[in-house]
């Protein structure tokens, strides 16, 4: 297959993208196999996505890879789940220590197996000084407990309430220092946010397709940047073109 070029200005593309890789399971069930097969492939994918986001020259991809209400899912389901995250660390640490990936963790780590958070821990610290790539996995992630956590950390840390501004919460995000999702994708065509960066997302652009997440190749994910070249992010405001024509 020819090797595909982004075919976007520089100032077009977005410095963060953020993903919902949905639709494994039912991935796995059209072609008769159980669900965490569905989640293999998906891992499988994830790791050309990852290759593809530096090839693109993106700074900052985030995965949802497990929400705070995914405890719910059939115990072997949550087990699969979970040992992916420690199968991943170990297969693919030191590849993506050497491409100068800083693995970031973002979610609730307390509900883990210890022996889990101290290998999700030691991934971040071996690669907290990479630039190429920063890439957040959300793991036990909801975006209505980060918003919780950070109102507790910011009462505890007895700020006084006028000094509560939208950069202040920010700062007391999972997500501190991390700019906002420029671009959300969400595969498997739902139509809802899941309580993923719910705060951050207030003016992202969604790139939504039907595609299953294992299904997700580097073509469709150019198409999805592509996409996003052509919007008119305004912000609630104007558009500039609009503004200056009125103001002419
Ligand atoms: C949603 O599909 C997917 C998940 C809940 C898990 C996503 C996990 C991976 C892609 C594996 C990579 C994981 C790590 C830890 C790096 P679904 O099961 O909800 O699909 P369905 O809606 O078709 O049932």
Redesign the pocket.
Same mark, same amino acid.
Request: charged fraction near 15%; avoid cysteine.
């Given at each position: 297959m020819p090797e595909m070029s982004l075919n976007i200005p520089a100032d077009k593309l977005p410095q963060h993208v953020a993903i919902i890789?949905?639709?494994?399971?039912?991935?796995a069930?059209s072609r008769g196999l159980p669900?965490l097969a569905?989640?293999k492939a998906?891992?499988e994918?994830?790791r050309r996505v990852i290759r593809a986001t530096v090839e693109f020259g993106v700074k900052y991809l985030t995965?949802?890879?497990? =929400?705070t209400e995914?405890w719910g899912r059939p115990p072997e389901e949550v087990k699969g789940?979970m040992y992916?995250?420690e199968d991943?660390i170990d297969r693919e640490l030191a590849e993506l220590h050497q491409e100068g990936v800083q693995l970031r963790h973002i979610g609730r780590l307390e509900r883990l197996a210890p022996a889990l958070q101290e290998k999700v821990l030691d991934a971040v610290e071996l690669t907290k000084d990479n630039d190429r790539l920063i890439l957040n996995?959300a793991?036990n992630y909801g975006g209505r407990a980060e918003i919780v956590d950070a109102i507790q950390n910011i009462m505890k840390d007895g700020i006084a309430p006028g000094d509560v501004t939208d950069a202040l919460v920010s700062r007391y995000l999972y997500t501190a220092g991390v700019p906002d999702p420029d671009l959300i994708i969400r595969t =498997?065509g739902?139509l809802r946010v899941s309580n993923f960066l719910i705060w951050q997302a207030a003016y992202s652009e969604w790139y939504v397709t039907p595609t299953?997440?294992p299904d997700f190749d580097k073509e469709e994910y150019r198409r999805a940047l592509e996409t996003f070249a052509q919007r008119d992010r305004r912000y609630g405001k104007v558009s500039s073109n609009e503004y200056e024509a009125s103001n002419a």
């Open positions: 890789m949905d639709g494994n399971g039912r991935w069930l669900r569905g989640h998906g891992t994918n994830l995965i949802y890879a497990f =929400s995914n789940l992916i995250l991943v996995v793991f =498997s739902e299953y997440w």
